[in-house]
């Protein structure tokens, strides 16, 4: 079982809806969440991170945490088509680390 | 601010060569941090720095990887001899310290083929 769990995509979704991407994570003691976008050939941006279960609302993305449930998940509203990327979850623990899941790749529709 | 840099952005070698990557953090930041990515795989931790000192080395594949961090400033990552295997995107980032947040901020990266 990999440590951090995203479904590869393509996530498709047309341009306005709601793109919703999902993250899975076994460690019980990870402590932080992050989300990066990846554009093609890029490096990896740092879009929202989130340590408290809830949600984390930063302008049209809302991060959403459940450790109970060991969920992490990132909406995007309004998608529009500047946000067709790969979106990368990653955790981090006692170290400070990143664990990194594959990634979900989004494509918006105009 | 200028952001994080890394030098070269490709490199083209052949098994055996040895290859230097360089780092250069965010001014100010502390922490410096090694990352891989190989084809079709995840991005991998190599290992952390906190100013000069490696606080955590547990991503290093094997001891034909070397890195340093010489005056806690920039950073160079020695693959030698390097191996097909070694191909990939190394990337960097740094974040600031104390910093609770832990927000990382990667560089571009530097592609490496080792044919």
């Known amino acids: 079982q990999k440590e951090v769990e995203q479904n590869s995509g393509p996530l498709s979704v047309p341009e306005g809806a709601i793109a919703s991407l999902n993250c899975t994570y076994s460690?019980?003691?990870?402590?932080?969440f992050f989300w990066y976008r990846q554009y093609s050939g890029k490096s990896p941006e740092l879009i929202m991170f989130?340590?408290?279960?809830g949600d984390k609302e930063d302008g049209r993305f809302t991060a959403q945490l459940n450790k109970a449930s060991q969920y992490v998940s990132l909406l995007i509203r309004d998608s529009q088509p500047s946000d067709s990327a790969t979106y990368l979850c990653a955790v981090t623990g006692g170290r400070r680390a990143l664990t990194f899941g594959s990634g979900t790749r989004l494509q918006v529709q105009p | 601010e200028a952001g994080v840099t890394q030098f070269p952005s490709h490199s083209v070698i052949e098994k055996g060569q040895t290859v230097t990557l360089r780092c250069d953090p965010i001014s100010g930041h502390d922490n410096l941090y090694w990352y891989r990515r190989v084809m079709g795989k995840e991005i991998k931790f190599l290992l952390h720095?906190?100013?000069?000192?490696?606080?955590?080395e547990s991503g290093m594949p094997n001891n034909r990887f070397l890195a340093e961090r010489t005056g806690g400033t920039y950073s160079t990552l020695k693959v030698q001899p390097a191996e097909l295997e070694d191909s990939g995107v190394y990337f960097c980032?740094?974040?600031?310290?104390?910093?609770?947040?832990?927000?990382?901020?990667f560089g571009p990266g530097t592609r490496l083929t080792v044919l």
């Open positions: 720095f906190v100013k000069e000192s490696k606080q955590d």
């Open positions: 980032a740094s974040s600031p310290n104390p910093g609770t947040d832990n927000e990382q901020f």
């Open positions: 460690d019980r003691g990870s402590q932080s």
């Open positions: 989130i340590y408290s279960n």
